[in-house]
Antibody
Framework: EVQVVESGGGLVPPGGSLRLSCVVS????????MFWVRQAPGEGLVWVSR????????NYADSVRGRFTITRDNAKNTLHLQMNSLRAEDTAVYYC???????????WGQGIQVTVSS | DIQMTQSPSFVSASVGDRVTITCRAS??????LGWYQQKPGKAPKLLIY???TLQSGVPSRFSGSGSGTDYTLTISSLQPEDFATYYC?????????FGPGTKVEIK
């Protein structure tokens, strides 16, 4: 059974930083892409970032490029999202998702709330 | 960037009804289209990828079709557990983009 579990969310003031983590089990983590997707309150789904299986190739949404960094530790089956210079508009539930089907989000975590507010 | 639109944005339907949701891409996406179901307070769930391939465990009442820029998700006989919001997503190029969603509610 595939399990995806996020952690690290919380309340942070504008301009602050937060690091999200996602631990995965149930498939060979090091073989697949991983993603972050977010959903602002009452809004739709927005793709944030993608990392390839060896951690060397990344993609970011324009809204987060230069502020967010996606990394992975294949030895620990863990994905991270370092979020710096946070803005109010970054407030959302952040989901970690696997990419066993490459460009599709096939297994999702439960989501973690990030709130940027003073 | 490829823009995705969906119609309708809201569907009111009864158990047993056939429901069709349409998704349109701003340019051709070579059948690289996925559909997701999201229930309130829950993570989305992949239903269909590559236009018509059902994800493992998804009931056969869900089906997808389309080509070029126009795609559809069909639920052949709506069940109580199908009341949710459905999103399409293009899987051909970054940034990966979703449609705005279609909420299926009980009539």
């Amino acid at each position: 059974e595939v399990q995806v579990v996020e952690s690290g969310g919380g309340l942070v003031p504008p301009g602050g930083s937060l690091r999200l983590s996602c631990v995965v089990s149930g498939f060979t983590f090091s073989d697949y892409w991983m993603f972050w997707v977010r959903q602002a309150p009452g809004e739709g789904l927005v793709w944030v970032s993608r990392l390839n299986n060896d951690g060397r190739s990344t993609n970011y949404a324009d809204s987060v490029r230069g502020r967010f960094t996606i990394t992975r530790d294949n030895a620990k089956n863990t994905l991270h999202l370092q979020m710096n210079s946070l803005r109010a508009e970054d407030t959302a539930v952040y989901y970690c998702a696997s990419g066993l089907r490459s460009y599709y989000f096939d297994y999702w975590g439960q989501g973690i709330q990030v709130t940027v507010s003073s | 960037d490829i823009q995705m639109t969906q119609s309708p944005s809201f569907v009111s339907a009864s158990v047993g009804d056939r429901v069709t949701i349409t998704c349109r891409a701003s340019q051709g996406i070579n059948r690289q289209l996925g559909w997701y179901q999201q229930k309130p307070g829950k993570a989305p769930k992949l239903l269909i990828y590559a236009t018509s391939t059902l994800q493992s465990g998804v009931p056969s009442r869900f089906s997808g079709s389309g080509s070029g820029t126009d795609y559809t998700l069909t639920i052949s006989s709506l069940q109580p557990e199908d009341f949710a919001t459905y999103y399409c997503q293009q899987g051909v190029s970054f940034p990966l983009t979703f449609g705005p969603g279609t909420k299926v509610e009980i009539k």
